[in-house]
């Protein structure tokens, strides 16, 4: 019984004047209600902030963030009825995330279900997870060559178009975690994925409506995990991609 009435008291509100915290984990509860400004302000110590599995609703504009230049880890996944827009109003970010996880939220509803541009200002990211948020588009090439994201998951959205299109072809990403499974995906695989994204070992891009062969050079890669089904992939299953690495 006591539980349940701290539960229902309990909002984000008890936190707004505690300037001097570094790190806060409220995941995994019930929390409800909007973010406090001054947790975030320009004299926010705040590195770390979790609040994801709550039950967070509303819009948060990702601007609300823009002051929190000590802001290195952000997860407000799981909060389904949250709407984030992060094009809307105009901001720029004083911090450098390494971690940002918004999966499972509701992101740029009302701009069109876009990738967060200020993505791409972030140099120091190094885990992306924009997984169950209905985005559409293709990919972006700077998010596949980012030179310091080594991991990202992409899947459940509506993205579509070619993999790698209009991306350098003599690039190569940082990339060793990506799952872009369920989604729209379309198109061959590039024969030389496997020197695009050398370091990859965890490969999830099934349920798509990739075509044609799997690359040769998909052999020259250490996988733990490769999944490729629920694809329109056809011919034979390379050599190079089942043969004994203990010799």
Known sequence: MFRQSIRRVLSFSTFANASSLTYLDLSSNRFHGNLPPL??????????????????????????FANASSLT?????????LEIETESPSWAPTFQLKY????????N???GHVFPTFI??????????????MIEGSIPCQLLFNTSIRGLSLRSNKID????LGCFANRTSSLRSLDI???SVRGSLPENIGHLLPDLYHVDM??????????????????????????????TIPQSLTRDRTH
């Open 73 to 81: 880890y952000l997860d407000l996944s799981s909060n389904c009825n």
């Open 109 to 111: 509803k009302k701009n």
């Open 161 to 164: 178009g070619s993999l790698f």
């Open 100 to 107: 940002l996880n918004l999966a499972n939220t509701s992101l």
């Open 39 to 64: 947790l975030f302000s320009s004299q926010s110590k705040i590195e770390t902030f979790d609040v994801s599995g709550n039950q967070l609703e509303g819009v948060l504009s990702f601007s609300t």
């Open 120 to 133: 791409f200002t972030q140099v120091s990211l190094e885990w992306l997870d924009l997984s169950h948020n």
């Open 206 to 235: 099934s349920s798509n409506a990739l075509e044609g062969i799997i690359p040769w050079s998909f052999g020259n890669l250490s996988f733990e995990m490769l999944d490729l089904s629920n694809n329109m992939l056809s011919g």
């Open 181 to 183: 499974s369920d989604n």
